[in-house]
């Protein structure tokens, strides 16, 4: 399983950046994105930033990464997941055939 960070920048001098997620910075290649601006929303994965986040999925991707956390602690993770529970889970759209 991968599993990328969503990571703020920090600055940026359009081939690096300095990122931060949960109060821990480091640097990361931003190559393969367009010039991303300071305050942008990216996921990193080994330290590279693949592509931009909108602050609901970076929201929904923090909280996956800390029900992960919880789960594996044995501690109570629906808290986490609230957009998922209690709803049947959905094809991706290129795979449904309405």
Known sequence: MCLGLPMTIVETDGI?????YRG???PVSVL????????????VYI???IRLL???????IANAIEG???????EDCDRFFA????REP???EHLRSD
């Open 16 to 20: 690096s950046a300095l990122c931060t």
């Open 32 to 43: 393969l994105l367009s010039n991303p601006p300071v305050g942008a929303k990216v996921l």
């Open 54 to 60: 909108d602050e609901d999925e970076a929201r929904l």
């Open 24 to 26: 821990e910075q480091r």
């Open 90 to 92: 959905q094809l991706p």
């Open 83 to 86: 957009d998922l529970i209690d």
């Open 68 to 74: 992960l956390s919880a789960a594996l602690d044995g």
């Open 47 to 49: 330290d590279t930033a």
